[in-house]
């Protein structure tokens, strides 16, 4: 032959939306198909049907009447797979609902003298929600079958999958060997079967092996010793990240080739799919995984990323590609030996681990962890000026202020006092209570804030505030009395006398002219004597106050 002709009329769904030709399979000869149309409705809704046709030399004539779902909504004929000669069917209806909602089942019919007869009872999931039936296959005679429940959990995971295969021992199925259980959370084994002639080799499709994260698939091959299925040879993995490995799959007669769909490969195009062929070589695969990475180290560290780098292992084959993983976490991959990893947070400790694979995915073990912190976040957005200053218990030489509270995108630090346009001081509060200030005299403050990063904000609005006079009012006391004290000598070197004609305890404060405060102390008796050695030459303010009398005078250090 050159080319390829059309065998026969197309065969056409009998109604719309029934979804003829979703599953199919042939005979060896290719002379007899069965036809799944898992959306026609029958005498329900969406109960599924299957038909089967044989080639008479002429045109395809069915054979048998139409085989429906047994329930409404079981979808029946969503899988099927035919033998060799065309006698033996089986039918998929993944959504039946017998032991529980959508635990599928599987029922297999032989051809008898004049129509398609049931043999053995349905073969039902084992719990709700398996989808039982997802996919099916029978070898060459048709007494053996395999059927993958995609969504079965397990004891350990939810979703793993499963594979069950079963023999006709000439009355009824029994289960040939244990269940092949997926082995990962949503995984999903059993999305894809296929069984050779014999009936001794299965191939099972899990195609989001690996995670949420990677979701490689993976399909796995076993062997029917005579007691249990033994794996055939090491899984075979997809090629890279999402490819979906597995999510179809189909072995030759012999069993000694498989092919593997992959729909989510991006080799020639996003999402594009490969199919991938691979031959039994009965040698003995690559089972030796590459050194340990060494000396992984940090390149370069930001506020949200960090370069790794470290010393290539060594592997029999050579490596293929490298682990990055940060918190027991995989979250990527790399063929050389360095990486930048992204997305972090700034101020954050992170432990990182690599781990070398090789060609066959025979893995080391992790490399020593290191932990490295990312920088701060750089703060550039000062705080927002302070508002809403208010002055209180105002007294001739002292008043207290108080304002509202600035914000910061990572928190204020503290704020300036501003005097007459001068910083005066900085505190952390907001309010400050102002000390030895003159009497009748007007200062103008203001307020800053500053965050950690020393960012400071604009100033507040200017406040005036006027201290108020002294007070004379003593009754007949006179404020100001030059009798009461005596303080000599003035000017003075390094020292100062008081004398005193009253009793009693009284206390002594030293200002600058300016109203700075430079010594404060409480005496007592007649006499006492100051020190001014460590005050700097100048003109000062000393201010004597008893219970009853302020006396004020000017001194002058020498």
């Given at each position: 032959?050159?080319?390829?002709?059309?065998?026969?009329?197309?065969?056409?769904?009998?109604?719309?939306?029934?979804?003829?030709?979703?599953?199919?399979?042939?005979?060896?000869?290719?002379?007899?198909?069965?036809?799944?149309?898992?959306?026609?409705?029958?005498?329900?809704?969406?109960?599924?049907?299957?038909?089967?046709?044989?080639?008479?030399?002429?045109?395809?004539?069915?054979?048998?009447?139409?085989?429906?779902?047994?329930?409404?909504?079981?979808?029946?004929?969503?899988?099927?797979?035919?033998?060799?000669?065309?006698?033996?069917?089986?039918?998929?209806?993944?959504?039946?609902?017998?032991?529980?909602?959508?635990?599928?089942?599987?029922?297999?019919?032989?051809?008898?003298?004049?129509?398609?007869?049931?043999?053995?009872?349905?073969?039902?999931?084992?719990?709700?929600?398996?989808?039982?039936?997802?996919?099916?296959?029978?070898?060459?005679?048709?007494?053996v079958v395999v059927i993958g429940s995609v969504y079965y959990d397990t004891n350990e995971n939810d979703d793993a999958g499963q594979a069950r295969i079963f023999e006709w021992n000439g009355s009824s199925w029994i289960q040939r060997g244990a269940d092949i259980n997926g082995e990962v959370t949503s995984g999903f084994a059993g999305v894809s079967v296929s069984i050779n002639n014999d009936g001794d080799v299965v191939a099972i499709g899990e195609h989001r092996y690996g995670g949420e994260l990677n979701r490689y698939g993976r399909v796995r091959?076993?062997?029917?010793?005579?007691?249990?299925?033994?794996?055939?040879?090491?899984?075979?993995?997809?090629?890279?990240?999402?490819?979906?490995?597995?999510?179809?799959?189909?072995?030759?007669?012999?069993?000694?080739?498989?092919?593997?769909?992959?729909?989510?490969?991006?080799?020639?195009?996003?999402?594009?799919?490969?199919?991938?062929?691979?031959?039994?070589?009965?040698?003995?695969?690559?089972?030796?995984?590459?050194?340990?990475?060494?000396?992984?180290?940090?390149?370069?560290?930001?506020?949200?990323?960090?370069?790794?780098?470290?010393?290539?292992?060594?592997?029999?084959?050579?490596?293929?590609?490298?682990?990055?993983?940060?918190?027991?976490?995989?979250?990527?991959?790399?063929?050389?030996?360095?990486?930048?990893?992204?997305?972090?947070?700034?101020?954050?400790?992170?432990?990182?681990?690599?781990?070398?694979?090789?060609?066959?995915?025979?893995?080391?073990?992790?490399?020593?962890?290191?932990?490295?912190?990312?920088?701060?976040?750089?703060?550039?957005?000062?705080?927002?000026?302070?508002?809403?200053?208010?002055?209180?218990?105002?007294?001739s030489n002292s008043f207290n202020l108080l304002w509202s509270h600035s914000s910061d995108n990572f928190g204020v630090e503290g704020y300036y006092i501003f005097v007459n346009s001068i910083v005066d001081t900085s505190i952390t509060a907001n309010s400050f209570s102002f000390s030895g200030l003159d009497p009748t005299t007007t200062y103008v403050v203001a307020v800053s804030a500053f965050d950690e990063a020393m960012n400071q904000s604009e100033s507040s609005s200017p406040l005036e505030v006027t201290t108020s006079a002294v007070s004379t009012?003593?009754?007949?006391?006179?404020?100001?009395?030059?009798?009461?004290?005596?303080?000599?000598?003035?000017?003075?070197?390094?020292?100062?006398?008081?004398?005193?004609?009253?009793?009693?305890?009284?206390?002594?404060?030293?200002?600058?002219?300016?109203?700075?405060?430079?010594?404060?102390?409480?005496?007592?008796?007649?006499?006492?004597?100051?020190?001014?050695?460590?005050?700097?030459?100048?003109?000062?303010?000393?201010?004597?106050?008893?219970?009853?009398?302020?006396?004020?005078?000017?001194?002058?250090?020498?």
């Amino acid at each position: 032959g050159i080319s390829w002709i059309q065998k026969g009329l197309a065969i056409d769904g009998k109604t719309e939306g029934e979804l003829l030709g979703y599953s199919l399979d042939l005979s060896n000869d290719g002379n007899a198909i069965v036809i799944g149309a898992p959306s026609h409705h029958g005498t329900g809704t969406w109960m599924g049907q299957v038909r089967i046709f044989y080639w008479n030399g002429v045109s395809w004539v069915q054979k048998g009447i139409d085989i429906n779902g047994e329930e409404d909504g079981d979808l029946s004929g969503s899988s099927v797979s035919i033998n060799s000669n065309g006698s033996v069917i089986v039918i998929g209806a993944e959504y039946h609902d017998v032991d529980g909602n959508d635990a599928g089942h599987v029922r297999i019919y032989e051809w008898g003298e004049t129509a398609w007869e049931q043999r053995g009872l349905d073969i039902e999931g084992i719990k709700a929600g398996d989808h039982c039936g997802r996919a099916v296959s029978t070898n060459g005679l048709g007494d053996v079958v395999v059927i993958g429940s995609v969504y079965y959990d397990t004891n350990e995971n939810d979703d793993a999958g499963q594979a069950r295969i079963f023999e006709w021992n000439g009355s009824s199925w029994i289960q040939r060997g244990a269940d092949i259980n997926g082995e990962v959370t949503s995984g999903f084994a059993g999305v894809s079967v296929s069984i050779n002639n014999d009936g001794d080799v299965v191939a099972i499709g899990e195609h989001r092996y690996g995670g949420e994260l990677n979701r490689y698939g993976r399909v796995r091959l076993f062997e029917w010793d005579g007691i249990s299925w033994d794996p055939m040879g090491f899984d075979l993995i997809g090629a890279e990240l999402d490819d979906k490995f597995g999510f179809s799959v189909s072995v030759n007669a012999e069993g000694n080739i498989v092919g593997i769909g992959a729909i989510y490969n991006d080799g020639s195009g996003k999402s594009a799919g490969h199919v991938r062929i691979f031959g039994w070589n009965e040698f003995a695969p690559d089972v030796e995984p590459p050194t340990v990475p060494t000396g992984l180290a940090a390149a370069l560290i930001n506020t949200n990323l960090i370069e790794i780098e470290w010393n290539p292992s060594i592997d029999n084959d050579g490596v293929e590609y490298y682990q990055i993983f940060v918190d027991n976490q995989e979250v990527a991959q790399s063929s050389t030996t360095s990486y930048i990893i992204t997305d972090l947070m700034p101020n954050t400790t992170y432990t990182l681990n690599v781990v070398a694979c090789d060609s066959s995915h025979n893995c080391s073990a992790f490399s020593k962890a290191i932990s490295l912190t990312t920088n701060k976040e750089i703060d550039l957005d000062p705080p927002t000026p302070p508002t809403g200053l208010i002055a209180s218990n105002i007294t001739s030489n002292s008043f207290n202020l108080l304002w509202s509270h600035s914000s910061d995108n990572f928190g204020v630090e503290g704020y300036y006092i501003f005097v007459n346009s001068i910083v005066d001081t900085s505190i952390t509060a907001n309010s400050f209570s102002f000390s030895g200030l003159d009497p009748t005299t007007t200062y103008v403050v203001a307020v800053s804030a500053f965050d950690e990063a020393m960012n400071q904000s604009e100033s507040s609005s200017p406040l005036e505030v006027t201290t108020s006079a002294v007070s004379t009012d003593f009754g007949t006391k006179n404020l100001f009395t030059d009798g009461l004290y005596n303080i000599y000598p003035n000017p003075t070197t390094n020292q100062i006398t008081i004398e005193s004609i009253l009793i009693g305890t009284y206390t002594v404060e030293i200002t600058t002219i300016n109203g700075s405060e430079v010594f404060c102390q409480v005496s007592e008796g007649t006499s006492t004597k100051i020190d001014l050695s460590s005050l700097k030459k100048g003109a000062y303010l000393i201010t004597i106050r008893s219970k009853d009398y302020v006396t004020i005078r000017k001194i002058i250090k020498l």
